[in-house]
T-cell receptor, first 112, second 112 residues
């Protein structure tokens, strides 16, 4: 089945640690996105990538980093500089910048 | 200019009722307005979307109404069922789907 796989489903981080969230898609989509979801708020865009080896900051990029070395993979690193990392992180992909976005089932990150 | 305001925050209806969720936007450059449905622990799923050149779009029991002059759009769910209980998000973007701006979400409960 084609889709977007996010792993792990739950992730715990100690203070001062970096942590990387995985996002893989087998839909052959060119564009990929990372969003953060907090209770009572909509999704906010962290980073997006329209092609391999290229990505742009979204609205809340501070404290996060990404890479896009392969078309199917778009990992997100939450660095120790992110002051409030506890959230539900969602990865999405689309056929291109002008196509609907489809989401994975998310990773819930918590701080120990 | 980038904000999308969604109301109500939560909504309870009886089975068979017609819940209505409203969204308002500010940026007149937005030209794509999707609605997403999200169940607990899952990623949002695209439900229905509209472009500003039409005033209404129906897909099954779901209808979007769009008022370009008022910069408002709404989701109606006909003959609502308990299985429709979920969180609904409206969104908007320029360039058809790229860099979506989300509303804060509406938690819908359909009582049987």
């Amino acid at each position: 089945d084609g889709g977007i796989t996010q792993s792990p489903k739950y992730l715990f981080r100690k203070e001062g640690q970096n942590v990387t969230l995985s996002c893989e898609q087998n839909l052959n989509h060119d564009a990929m996105y990372w969003y953060r979801q907090d209770p009572g708020q909509g999704l906010r865009l962290i980073y997006y990538s329209q092609i391999v080896n290229d990505f742009q900051k979204g609205d809340i990029a501070e404290g996060y980093s990404v890479s896009r070395e392969k078309k199917e993979s778009f990992p997100l690193t939450v660095t120790s500089a992110q002051k409030n990392p506890t959230a539900f992180y969602l990865c999405a992909s689309s056929q291109g910048a002008s196509w609907p976005q489809h989401f994975g089932d998310g990773t819930r990150l918590s701080i120990l | 200019q980038q904000q999308v305001k969604q109301s109500p925050q939560s909504l309870i209806v009886q089975k068979g009722g017609i819940p209505i969720i409203n969204c308002a936007y500010e940026n007149t450059a937005f030209d794509y307005f999707p609605w997403y449905q999200q169940f607990p622990g899952k990623g949002p799923a695209l439900l229905i979307a509209i472009r500003p050149d039409v005033s209404e779009k129906k897909e099954g029991r779901f209808t979007i109404s769009f008022n370009k002059s008022a910069k408002q759009f709404s989701l109606h769910i006909m003959d609502s069922q308990p299985g429709d209980s979920a969180t609904y998000f409206c969104a908007a973007s320029r360039e058809y789907g790229n860099k979506l701006v989300f509303g804060a979400g509406t938690i819908l409960r359909v009582k049987s």
